[in-house]
C-alpha cells in the first residue's frame, strides 16, 4: 500500500514539475526572462527525480516472485524454494532497500545477483 503512494507521489511530482520546467524554459528561452531559471531548474529536477521515482517503485513492483517464477521455472520446486539463476545457490538471502522504499530484495548469497523483490511488512 504504501509502495503505491510512493510510485504515484512519483508520478504527480513528474506531472506537476514538467509542465513547470516547459512554461519556464519558454519564459527563460524564448522571453529572455533570466529570472526563470531558478524554477528551470527546480522544475527539471522535479521532474526527473518524480518520474524516475515512479519507474523505480513500478520496476520492483513488476520483478515479484511471482515474476521470477514465470521466467525462471527450472529454479523454482513445488514448495516454493528457489535458486539463483545465476549460479543455482539454493541460500537466498533478503535485505531491505533504501528508507521509503518499503521494498525487500531477495538476493543470492554466492553471488549476489538479485532475484525478486517484495514489498516490506
Ligand atoms: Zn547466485
Redesign the pocket.
Known amino acids: 500500500m504504501r509502495r503505491k503512494i510512493g510510485k504515484w507521489m512519483g508520478m504527480l511530482f513528474g506531472l506537476i514539475g514538467l509542465p513547470l520546467f516547459l512554461f519556464s524554459a519558454q519564459s527563460f528561452f524564448i522571453r529572455d526572462d533570466s529570472s526563470a531559471l531558478f524554477l528551470l531548474l527546480f522544475g527539471g529536477v522535479m521532474t526527473l527525480a518524480g518520474f524516475s521515482q515512479y519507474f523505480r517503485f513500478n520496476r520492483w513492483e513488476k520483478k515479484n516472485f511471482t515474476w521470477y517464477k514465470r521466467k525462471h521455472p527450472d529454479f523454482c520446486d513445488a514448495n516454493g524454494r528457489v535458486a539463483?539463476a545465476?549460479?543455482?545457490?539454493r541460500h537466498i538471502r533478503v535485505r531491505g532497500l533504501m528508507q521509503h522504499s518499503y521494498t525487500r530484495e531477495h538476493f543470492?548469497a554466492?553471488?549476489?545477483?538479485t532475484l525478486y523483490y517484495s514489498p516490506e511488512g
Open positions: 539463483c545465476s549460479c543455482n545457490g543470492c554466492a553471488c549476489g545477483t
